[in-house]
């Protein structure tokens, strides 16, 4: 038996515990503070959901998300042209358009995600 075992057997506390208590409470510290300054990121309600006479719906936002690579670019240089339509309808205009963000820029799976690799046999 070692003697970290006839220590632990004893019921005292090993000599290298507080250090290993600091440092999952530093752990937990910088995993909280990660969260929330990703939390503080996160967007806000739209004020211009459902406003207007005719709103984005699904489709524009499918569309919006396939274009989504050439408008960023131009955006870079004008301001009459946006990443994103601000008077949509909601989840479904969010919807579409990260549907279609994944289908232009070739996320989402695709054939590649699933395909076997071939072996040879010689």
Known sequence: MSAEQRE???????????????QVSLQVLLFLGLVLLLTSCAAGPN????????T???????WHGIIA???????????????YEVSNNGNWYDFGFILGVM????????????ARRRTRTA
Request: hydrophobic residues 40%; proline residues 7%.
């Open 56 to 62: 984005a719906g699904f489709w524009l936002g499918l």
């Open 103 to 114: 289908t232009s820029l070739g996320g989402g799976g695709g054939a590649g995600a699933g």
């Open 8 to 22: 632990a057997a004893a019921g005292r506390p090993l000599a290298g515990a507080p250090h290993r208590r600091m």
């Open 47 to 54: 004020p211009g959901v459902g406003s207007g006479e005719d």
């Open 69 to 83: 690579p050439i408008t960023f670019v131009i955006s870079l240089f004008t301001e009459q042209v946006s990443l």
